[in-house]
């Protein structure tokens, strides 16, 4: 069964880095592009980007690019999301899901940016 | 950005009816190898999003054939027939065609 499980999340304050992870299992997580999705508490879906299966190669929305970095351990199945200098707006639940398809999501991950 | 514009917003329907979603992309979803990557994902209350439908019209593994995608270029409709109270929730399409990748605004899908 595949299974994406998230952890990281929680309260953080504006201009301060956060590092996500989503641990895989189930499938050969070495074959798969991975990707990152985040949705607003307004229900808005948006892309963050996506990772090559050997982590040579990534994509970004353009207006996260500058401040979210996504990597990979393959040898531990585990994907990361390094987001810094954050923002009020980035307040979301953020999902791990194996692309391209995004036919498997994990259960999400809480992201609140306060003061 | 593609802009994928879904319709309507909300959608009531009485079970064992037959609703129809509609997505529209801003520019056309046909990529350069031929493929058509638009997908239909439901995210039940308080879950997160599944895949239903890719590149179009080809169903997830596991998933009724009560579910149904079409559609071309821009143009795409989901269909579900003799709905069921599973099938309550939040509907999204998504294009996969055009980097960045990117999301309909939902339809949410209650029971009448």
């Known amino acids: 069964e595949v299974q994406l499980v998230e952890s990281g999340g929680g309260l953080v304050q504006p201009g301060a880095s956060l590092k996500l992870s989503c641990v895989a299992s189930g499938f050969t997580f070495s074959d798969y592009w991975m990707s990152w999705v985040r949705q607003t508490p307004g229900k808005t879906m948006e892309w963050i980007g996506d990772i090559k299966y050997d982590g040579s190669y990534t994509n970004y929305a353009p207006s996260l690019k500058n401040r979210f970095t996504i990597s990979r351990d393959n040898a531990k199945s585990t994907l990361y999301l390094q987001m810094s200098n954050v923002r009020s707006e980035d307040t979301a639940t953020y999902y791990c899901t194996r692309a391209p398809r995004l036919d498997y999501w994990g259960q999400g991950v809480m992201v609140t940016v306060s003061s | 950005d593609v802009v994928m514009t879904q319709t309507p917003v909300s959608l009531s329907v009485s079970l064992g009816g037959q609703v129809s979603i509609s997505c529209r992309s801003s520019q056309s979803l046909v990529h350069n190898n031929g493929n058509t990557y638009l997908s239909w994902y439901l995210q039940k209350p308080g879950q997160s999003p599944q895949l239903l439908i890719y590149?179009?019209?080809n169903r997830f593994s596991g998933i009724s054939d009560r579910f149904s995608g079409s559609g071309s270029g821009t143009d795409f409709t989901l269909k579900i027939s003799r709905v069921e109270p599973d099938d309550l929730g939040v509907y999204y399409c998504?294009?996969?065609?055009?980097?960045?990748?990117?999301f309909g605004g939902g339809t949410k899908l209650e029971l009448k």
């Open positions: 590149k179009v019209s």
């Open positions: 998504g294009q996969g065609t055009q980097y960045p990748w990117t």
